[in-house]
């Protein structure tokens, strides 16, 4: 398994900071580059509890499906949600915002992933799908910190 850990200090609150990461319009809006469209189960507003989101992008070239469900949820300090069907071996993707003393919030994302095919998968994943992902949640993180930074 692969992990991505990434720390994002934002200047908003803690509530707003974690619906703005569960906001399915603002993911959709945060990955034009991918022309991810929610295409099935909840496909727009806050995603809750035990719901489910299948999307649809292109990464790499190619056209992907992936189902992922919200598997645990304490607002408004923590969710996860895990790909029920999809590309990837295995994904799983934990989200932690701590609320700061000035007010601020340290968003914090846990990213695991495996691929399939083995070895293989394994060599893809190291030569450049990691720094892939990496990048394309970086990209997201920036917009929810400036979607929470304008809306205070």
Sequence with gaps: MNTIFLQTHIHAPVQTC????????LHIESTTQTNEKAIAGK?????GLDETVTWQAKHLGFYWKMTVQITAFES?????DEMVK???KA???EHY???QADGSTQMKDV????????VLGKIVDKLFLQKYMRGFLE???EMIKAKAESIG
């Design 43 to 47: 496909t727009s507003g806050l995603i």
């Design 91 to 93: 994904m799983r993707h």
């Design 139 to 141: 990209k997201r993180n």
């Design 18 to 25: 974690f619906d703005l990461s569960r906001n399915i319009d």
């Design 97 to 99: 915002f701590e609320n």
């Design 86 to 88: 999809g590309p990837f």
């Design 76 to 80: 408004p300090r923590y969710f996860r």
């Design 111 to 118: 990213f695991t992933f495996a691929s399939p095919m083995g």
